[in-house]
């Protein structure tokens, strides 16, 4: 079960939905989840929204066999960080058979059930990734 | 003006379980439903999958396959008997998954198998009207068929969106015009609140799918004053293989003209995607001027027959997402025991 607000899931819902993170113009770095400020640039900085490709990398993986709450149904689960194109790297479960990832594999996202708050709650929506064969 | 498809795209889950295994657990005989249904395995969601997440899939290949802005959509509907909300829109999801908000209306479908292509109707008509200037009609499902019953046998998942527009430029297949056939006949239905449809058994043929489809079909060619042999494909929903087959026969359609679209087989039953579907599976093999002629059914009971006009521009965008051939292949085969955990009939906690 995952226990969040419906207000605090909502406001980083298309972040979530599309990988929207942001870009400063200024020094061309990337963020994701977005910033708001650049932390190199500060107040110098020009942030601007900037879609992500969603294409990435595995730079580390682990296999899930005992869940969190609300996550039983889905052991073993592989759960890892992925470095997208564009430089930013994220936490997301990595849809794949665990014994078929690995570390360096292309990924890229897909759109799934992040987690629901219980039968009656909210379901969560996001994106997932999974090994990109092209 | 004409009307038409500008773009479509079409998703289904990598997992399916064969109808041997299925029968293996109820001690059914396999070669005989396998005969019977002309069904032999079927498509199984993800545990984390549903039909908004097959919608967004669906969608985002449509739009990606042509290249076209998302904000272009004015209208989004998808159609579903497995909404995973009873009150709280698909569509909603599915217009901010591909970037489509904020300005445009939208609302879920509900006609059985048929869901999807009333939401075609509905965006037919408001492109027609230009109220908007494209619109987005879905059929996505994630059918449920209780343990033991004949429909777990073919009850699958996927999905299929269409883009619908009405600049003749931009058409990769022109809908020449459609046809519907609606009476209130209770063959199958699912009450509020429970989780497995029920259905009327035999009654589901010849009063339910072969009166409706037949009707909506000879309808459209009456009105059209065409004749089988006018169509190069044809498509009608399929439950199994065998209802499609005969209601071509019966219409007089040939095997041949209904064979690219009959996915069935491979893929099961995917209720709001099916007859759109087996659409696209045309679609991705038609050439320029072939004539496509397609009959939806849905219980309760409706049939919306289509006759559509592939254009040059097919083979411009037909490579640019993935083919219906392409994700029926290179599946990943699981067991009952799986299939009872992927499809949510094991609760864990």
């Known amino acids: ?134 | 003006m004409s009307v038409g498809i500008v773009s479509y795209g079409a998703y289904v889950p990598k997992y399916r379980i064969k109808i041997d295994e299925i029968a293996r657990v109820w001690g059914d005989d396999a070669e005989i439903l396998k005969s019977g249904l002309m069904v032999y395995e079927k498509s199984v969601p993800a545990v984390d999958e549903d039909a908004a997440t097959i919608a967004v899939e669906a969608a985002r290949s449509a739009i990606s396959r042509s290249c076209i802005d998302a904000q272009r959509i004015g209208a989004v509907y998808t159609g579903s008997e497995s909404h995973p909300y009873a009150v709280k829109p698909t569509s909603t999801i599915v217009a901010e998954a591909v970037g489509a908000t904020p300005v445009l209306t939208a609302a879920d479908f509900e006609f059985a198998c048929k869901a999807g292509t009333a939401a075609v109707q509905a965006c037919m008509g408001l492109v027609s009207s230009k109220m908007v200037d494209l619109g987005l009609a879905i059929g996505s499902d994630v059918a449920q068929g209780a343990p033991g019953d004949a429909l777990e046998y073919t009850a699958a998942a996927g999905g299929v969106a269409y883009l619908i527009g009405n600049k003749e430029s931009e058409l990769v297949a022109v809908i020449e015009d459609t046809y519907s056939f609606t009476t209130d006949t209770p063959d199958f239905w699912r009450r509020e609140g429970m989780p497995y449809p029920e259905h009327g058994g035999r009654f589901t043929g010849e009063p339910g799918y072969f009166k409706h489809v037949t009707n909506a079909a000879k309808g459209l060619m009456e009105k059209m004053d065409t004749k089988p042999a006018d169509y190069d494909f044809a498509v009608f929903h399929q439950p199994n293989g065998k209802f499609p087959t005969r209601a071509a026969s019966m219409l007089g359609f040939s095997k041949e003209q209904i064979k690219p679209g009959l996915v069935v087989p491979r893929l099961g039953n995917t209720y709001s995607g099916s007859c759109m579907m087996g659409i696209a599976a045309t679609l991705d093999q038609a050439k320029p001027g072939d004539r496509i002629f397609a009959t939806a059914f849905g219980s309760g009971a409706g049939g919306d027959a289509f006759s559509i006009r592939v254009t040059d521009r097919i083979d411009e965008i037909r490579d640019k997402a993935a083919k219906v051939e392409e994700l029926l292949a290179d599946p990943v085969y699981i067991d009952y025991s799986k299939y009872a955990r992927h499809k949510g009939k094991i609760k864990v906690a």
């Open chain 1, 1 to 134: 079960m995952i226990i969040m607000s419906v207000p605090r899931f909502w406001r980083k819902q298309v972040a979530r939905y599309n990988l929207v993170g942001t870009h400063c113009k200024k020094c061309d770095e990337y963020f994701y989840p977005p910033r708001n400020m650049c932390p190199a640039c500060r107040r110098e900085g020009e942030i601007e929204d900037y879609k992500f490709s969603g294409k990435g990398e595995v730079v580390t993986y682990t296999v899930i066999h005992t869940a969190a709450e609300g996550f039983e149904n889905q052991t073993p689960y592989v759960l890892g960080i992925i470095k997208l194109e564009e430089g930013p790297s994220l936490t997301s479960q990595i849809i794949s058979e665990p014994e078929t990832v690995k570390i360096g594999m292309k990924v890229k996202p897909v759109f799934r059930k992040l987690g629901q708050d219980g039968e009656q709650g909210m379901i969560y929506y996001g994106t997932k990734f999974i090994p990109d064969k092209c």
